[in-house]
């Protein structure tokens, strides 16, 4: 059952009842769900919930103006709007509930995220697109708060994109860039700066942009009084209307009970973004609350007695209803049989999506139950291994760890015994994990032939007098040929566009390429990555620059939550191809020459993460990604731009493999392993220790995320013994996680001699300057001494102490 988008003057007064009915239906569904899914969750049937009750009308009312094409960026609380566009049903709203990790019943997520949080697929399982235009699209939602906003100034920024660029093949992604992406928040989440930066770069570009601001006055148990100034967004968001001289937004006020002029608003917004390309704010007032935030409490507790009669009284399915009747499209006795239907529907749609949920496990939870009884029977430990069975028994609706933890403790009460039943309990274990596991664990990364790893590396080609250049001639004029081999491939951030970046990497391709494709932005990190989720969502192959890797911290939400987790939180029907390029490493300053690598190594998983120590071999990075459908970082090293390398013949055509390490120096006493800016102060330090005979192995780590699929780390620890990692990033950081790959991954302890170490920088940031550089981050004296004391442990009569 979907809405129906009309005007009065449309069509007939039969036909018009019949849509402003179905209206009423829709939002009885949802309303009922949300009664029902509370319930399901203090029954212990459900984790936890949260629903959109309370914001039905507005919702419906979007529906109506949202047309195939465009976009949706939300929260948690939009489940009757993606009813009402036909992409929910009542059994998807409980499978989501349950947790149900099959993707057919469950297509939002496969019980990744709690219900609430809607999506579209996008692309085929093969990884190829869909054709966005002749469907209606939801992009992946998030529960962290305000996420939604800087992915939808993308989604939005495309269309302008597509209707303005030249040469661009928008077939199947956008007719015109007619295209309208709508975003949803709540008012208390207005609060949150990523808001703010995304309506003002929004109101900046000019981008066809829908946002609904959901108004109930609280945030939470917190008082719009405590969020807002005036207590009302709305006012606060004047400054940013438009007037007939300046470009800005326009904002639109209406009360979210009010279904006649809610239906206005959202026509007069449609056509405005649509056709004039100018963001709007719908700032939907009055809205309720019914049950309270979520079932992690009651609004009872923090609302006043008057506050809750006036929500009663305007509760938009209450104020619909009383609408209906007095307008004469039905009467009371017409709407309760209605009411009474979709009691029944939604009640029949729970228990449905209830057995198909644990029908299954029962299933499993009866093989078990008779392989634990086969193996009480054949084993001296009986009656501990009848009270796991019987304990399991007496589980009704058993979870999937209930009954895979029973199997598993009681192969403890067999230990030293021998026999087909305890044989066959270690098979079902393993079948089950095999076949459950990915269910919760896959597409981290593609599955498809598009994965990044299996792009083909094809080396940099030489003439027999290669023309040494600086390292940003190499991108740049890498980039060069990638702009023009992919017309969809467009660049963006401060100072990339005008003057080239700050390091010239990008120097003259605004000129060549216009400022669409080659484009400065504001200070404004969270949005410009948002900018490229939403771009890449949408089928272009957005380059989006933070202009150093220091300023990633004021970004690292929108990477963490939203672009890393994309893939695996939407098992496979969505992607964001985005290239997040940034420099970094050993310029000298607190607020520019951090190392946050053990950070994002860790909350960016789901993406790659590559540090090249060259411009050549970013180059090479940028051109495999290019070939991949797959989001990642590129750490370019700050102090290479002006330092000569090669320029190679064959550029723009040579790509480095991802996950691979290469080996820059053999050597027969220690395997060292570093990455960027610091690989180069090593390799000198390696020169130095053979005049005192020690001859280092260096191997460059370049790939972060995945580091050496080939496991070519753990051969060179073979022949040398010995283990230093040399890391920029604070102790316990990457050198950590680098340690943990080889050493346990790679099985790298078997063939150690002494000790694994790590040199790494101070604790803190580094201190300003040459000397600040000096003290703060290893340095060629530290990487000597340490090595040194190293092969000293080792041979104490060959090497001396030094010091």
């Not at 991108?475 to 100072?495: C, I, P, Q, S």
Request: glycine residues 8%; proline residues 3%.
């Amino acid at each position: 059952m979907q809405a129906t988008s009309f005007t009065k003057e449309d069509i007939s007064f039969e036909d018009f009842k019949s849509q402003i009915l179905n209206d009423y239906k829709i939002a009885l569904i949802s309303r009922e769900c949300s009664l029902l899914g509370r319930r399901e969750v203090l029954t212990g049937k459900a984790k936890f919930g949260i629903f959109g009750d309370g914001k039905e009308l507005p919702q419906l009312a979007m529906a109506k103006a949202f047309k195939n094409g465009d976009f949706r960026s939300g929260y948690y609380r939009d489940q009757t709007f993606m009813m009402a566009i036909g992409e929910l049903t009542i059994k998807n709203f409980f499978a989501g509930l349950y947790a149900h990790t099959d993707i057919e019943k469950e297509p939002m997520s496969a019980g990744r995220q709690m219900g609430g949080h809607f999506l579209t697929r996008s692309n085929n399982a093969d990884g190829s697109w869909l054709d966005l235009t002749k469907q209606k699209n939801s992009a992946a939602d998030i529960s962290t708060t305000g996420g939604q906003m800087p992915r939808l100034l993308g989604l939005a920024q495309a269309s302008k994109i597509y209707r303005e660029a030249k040469d661009i093949d928008s077939d199947g992604f956008s007719i015109n860039g007619n295209e309208i992406a709508w975003g949803t928040i709540g008012n208390a989440s207005t609060s949150e700066g990523i808001f703010f930066e995304t309506v003002n770069a929004a109101g900046v570009m000019q981008v066809p942009m829908v946002i609904s601001i959901w108004d109930d006055d609280y945030g939470i148990s917190v008082h719009a009084k405590h969020q807002t100034t005036k207590e009302n967004i709305g006012e606060i968001l004047k400054g940013f209307q438009r007037t007939e001289t300046e470009k800005g937004f326009e904002i639109i006020v209406v009360n979210g009970w009010d279904y006649v002029e809610l239906t206005k608003a959202y026509s007069k917004a449609e056509t405005i973004a649509r056709k004039e390309h100018v963001p709007v704010i719908i700032h939907v007032k009055e809205l309720t609350q019914p049950q309270g935030h979520s079932t992690s409490g009651s609004h009872e507790r923090y609302k006043s007695k008057q506050r809750l009669d006036w929500e009663k009284e305007y509760d938009c399915n209450s104020q619909f209803r009383s609408w209906i009747v007095a307008n004469n499209f039905a009467t009371t006795q017409e709407l309760e049989i209605i009411e009474k239907q979709v009691k029944k529907d939604v009640r029949d749609g729970k228990k449905e999506a209830w057995l198909e949920f644990i029908t299954p496990i029962r299933e499993q939870k009866k093989v078990v139950v008779k392989l634990l009884a086969a193996l009480s029977a054949s084993s001296e430990n009986k009656s501990l291994i009848d009270k796991i069975k019987n304990d399991l028994i007496a589980l009704d609706d058993p979870t999937k760890r209930q009954i895979l933890g029973s199997a598993r403790k009681a192969l403890r009460h067999v230990l030293g015994e021998n026999s087909k039943e305890k044989t066959a309990l270690i098979q079902w274990i393993d079948s089950f994990y095999a076949k459950t596991q990915p269910e919760y664990s896959s597409h981290l990364y593609s599955e498809t032939k598009n994965n990044a790893v299996n792009v083909a590396a094809v080396a940099p080609r030489y003439g027999n007098n290669p023309e040494q250049v600086d390292g940003r001639i190499v991108l740049r004029d890498n980039f060069d040929k990638l702009f023009a081999n992919y017309k969809n491939a467009l660049v963006f951030g401060e100072d990339s566009g005008k003057i080239g970046d700050v390091n010239q990497g990008l120097d003259g391709l605004q000129e060549k390429y216009g400022e669409l494709r080659i484009a400065d932005t504001g200070i404004r990190e969270a949005s410009i990555v948002g900018q490229g989720i939403g771009l890449a969502m949408r089928g272009l192959r957005p380059i989006a620059e933070i202009q150093y890797l220091d300023y990633i911290l004021y970004a690292l939400y929108v990477l963490s939550d939203d672009l890393s987790t994309l893939l695996y939180r939407t098992v496979g029907k969505q992607k964001a191809p985005v290239i997040i390029r940034t420099r970094g490493h050993r310029l000298e300053g607190i607020w520019h020459a951090g190392s946050p690598m053990g950070g994002l190594i860790h909350l960016l998983r789901g993406m790659y993460i590559l540090a090249p120590r060259n411009m050549t071999k970013a180059a090479g990075f940028y051109n495999t990604l290019m070939e991949s459908d797959e989001p990642a970082l590129i750490i370019e090293s700050l102090n290479g731009y002006r330092l000569k390398e090669p320029l190679p013949e064959n550029i723009g055509e040579f790509r480095e493999p991802i996950g691979v390490v290469e080996t820059l120096k053999t050597g027969k006493d220690i395997t060292v392993v570093s990455y960027g800016s610091t690989l180069r102060i090593v390799e000198q330090v390696a020169k130095e220790l053979l005049e005192v005979d020690i001859d280092i192995e260096l191997i460059d780590a370049q790939s972060l995320l995945p580091f050496d699929i080939e496991h070519h780390t753990v051969q060179s620890l073979k022949k040398t013994n010995r283990l230093l990692i040399v890391d920029e990033d604070v102790p316990g950081g990457c050198s950590a996680y680098l340690l943990q790959e080889i050493i346990e991954n790679q099985g790298g302890y078997k063939y150690l001699d002494s000790p694994p170490q790590t040199l790494t920088s101070k604790a803190h940031r580094p201190a300003y300057a040459s000397d600040g550089d000096y003290f703060s981050k290893p340095n060629a004296e530290d990487i000597f001494e340490k090595i040194y004391a190293i092969m000293h442990e080792s041979n104490p009569s060959k090497y001396p102490k030094l010091r």
